[in-house]
């Protein structure tokens, strides 16, 4: 869906059997107009928490912002970080309480943690829907998804995850015109969060 709102774009999320991996486009576009070329949405939330969210910039930073600021009063209560499950609960929670004048937002939201790597795939409206394999959302979904069914294997390495990943959002580029400019791609394991530099998405995708 394209809409004023700049709803474009597409996200993609890999569960690996030694971590996650995530990728993402950079347009940002509004009907027929691209608004800008670096529109961020690849984000860390704790130490070894990330979410990959296509939707309006506003409500993505809005939502972004108050799930860091959960995960820092839990670490600050608990002396210990919030675990993935929990943290998308309450982004589901978050965005079902505004079901009514909703976050124009989608994606996925991931981490490692005591349960091994999770993946939850999160809608405008407070659904949450935990995936064993991977997630997309965003205009070029669908086209994502052809690439992640036909190319994932059972058991595969975050090495692999990550080229997957970012595979199938330079596919998403390629056919969906809202869906376009930079891969963005970073991984989390059992070392934490890390977005992987340019040239790094680059020789993912040669």
Not at 44 to 59: N, P
Not at 71 to 82: E, G, K, M, S, V
Request: proline share 2%; with cysteine; hydrophobic share 40%.
């Amino acid at each position: 869906m394209v809409t004023m709102y700049g709803f474009t774009g597409t996200v993609v999320g890999v569960r690996c059997k030694d971590g996650i991996a995530l990728a993402s486009d950079t347009r940002g576009a509004a009907y027929y107009l691209v608004l800008s070329k670096r529109v961020r949405k690849i984000f860390q939330l704790e130490e070894r928490i990330g979410a990959a969210i296509s939707g309006s910039s506003g409500d993505v930073q809005s939502l972004m912002n108050l799930l860091k600021t959960e995960a820092n009063l839990y670490r600050l209560n608990h002396d210990r970080p919030i675990s993935t499950k929990s943290l998308a609960q309450i982004a589901a929670n978050l965005l079902h309480n505004r079901r009514m004048f909703p976050y124009i937002v989608a994606g996925i939201l991931s981490g490692v943690d005591g349960d091994g790597p999770r993946l939850f795939f999160l809608d405008p409206i407070g659904g949450k829907i935990e995936e064993e394999k991977f997630a997309s959302a965003g205009t070029g979904s669908t086209i994502a998804y052809g690439v992640l069914e036909q190319n994932y294997r059972d058991d595969m390495k975050l090495s692999d995850g990550l080229k997957l990943a970012a595979q199938s959002i330079r596919t998403a580029i390629e056919r969906d015109a809202a869906t376009g400019d930079k891969v963005v791609v970073a991984t989390i394991d059992e070392k934490g969060y890390r977005e992987l530099s340019e040239e790094e998405a680059e020789n993912l995708i040669k």
